[in-house]
């Protein structure tokens, strides 16, 4: 496994360019299953992530071509309707293969995908969604099997315990294109991925109104067409990337993030003295003043503060002055990276869903160790800034969800390496 180490310190300069997102890219990849035309899908990250998905999609008789980042899929007519438990396990979100899988073949079988260190992972949503269009659903030998004569339009409120449903709202969106009659989604995900989901689907003849709100209305058709599409820009390592240069007290124009997708995130850092403004086709951060203050963050649905830069910005508010309180209402044990924090100097205790973290001003490097992808990513934030060697082992995580990391980091004057771990 290997590991990455950062000497702190310095400011980062300079401009670097944010890939395509992963967390459309997955189930846009998901969706090519739909048609039996070829579909090109640009702006792809090459990430372990979407390594997986084209080894699942060639698990199911799909030809599959990845050269730089683009992804050309031919399925090619397949009784294949499995996805294995040897892909599910490793990636969660290849639950998401339910919905088109269903669509198109009538039938699916996706291991269940089991829980993460970010917390026990149900599908509760995305059976009773798939059940409401009429799929019959077992849970046997730890699959999810799934098989539906005909889908049938249905209204679906699709609201859980935390609100929406990102990936569930995805199953339910690309098993609806094809059912009969129409679809209304009460409480859908309004996440910029499932848009781009949703334009790709209009791009292959899918009636999609509603994306981006809360209420997703899908008129059914009998056949989807081959598209090409090019993904959208990855919101959540953006969102990195402006607190890499806050952390740093650097100047960094972050290219192609679309400053729309980050509102949540720059109305806290405007109040903790960091500005973020578009700039030509991306976004310029530095600090608005030396000393970053406090701040009280809580997770929620888009267009709330995503869950998936909570941990990055606790590593900010470790360095910030004064007591910062992070509650995560998305997935309230997401706190790994806590302990980690702690390590290097950082002063952060647990309270409930809460994270208390009192601002010390200064971290000092430390041997620490990855959990899950942002927490990852959160310790670097935290190296670039420690003072002395941080070494981060178990880096995998982080290879699932950012692409070329340290390269992108040296090239803006980071002094970080990748190391083999012995
Ligand atoms: C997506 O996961 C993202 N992954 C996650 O990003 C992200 O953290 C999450 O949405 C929330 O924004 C991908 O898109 C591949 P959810 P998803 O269903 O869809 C509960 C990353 O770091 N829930 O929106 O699996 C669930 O437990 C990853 O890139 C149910 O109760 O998340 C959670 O509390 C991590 N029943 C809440 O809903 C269900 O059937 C939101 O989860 C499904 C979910």
Known sequence: MDKIIIEGGGHLKGTVEVSGAKNAALPILAATLLTEEKCVIKNVPMLRDVHTMIKILRSLDVKVQAEQNRVIVEPKKSGQYEASYKFVSTMRASVCLLGPLLAKKKKARVSMPGGCVIGQRPVDLHIKGLKALGASIKIEHGYIAATAKRLVGKNIFLGGAYGSSVLATANVLMAAVLAKGR????????????????????????????????????????????????????????????????????????????IEHLSALIDKLEQVGVSVVKKGTGIHVRRKAKILKSVDVTTMPYPGFPTDMQAQMMALASVSDGISVLTEKIFPDRFMHVSELNRMGADIFLEGASAIVKGTRKLSGAPVMASDLRASAALILAGLVAKGKTEISRVYHLDRGYEKIEEKLRNIGAKIKRVKEE
């Open 183 to 258: 679809t209304l989604i009460e409480n859908a995900a309004c996440e910029p991925e499932i848009v781009d989901l949703a334009d790709f689907l209009v791009k292959m003849g899918a009636k999609i109104k509603g994306q981006g709100t809360p209420l997703i209305d899908i008129e059914g058709v009998k056949r989807l067409s081959g598209a090409t599409h090019s993904v959208i820009s990855d919101r959540i390592e953006a969102g990195t990337y402006v607190l890499a240069a806050a952390i740093t007290d650097g100047d960094l124009l972050i290219e192609k993030a679309n």
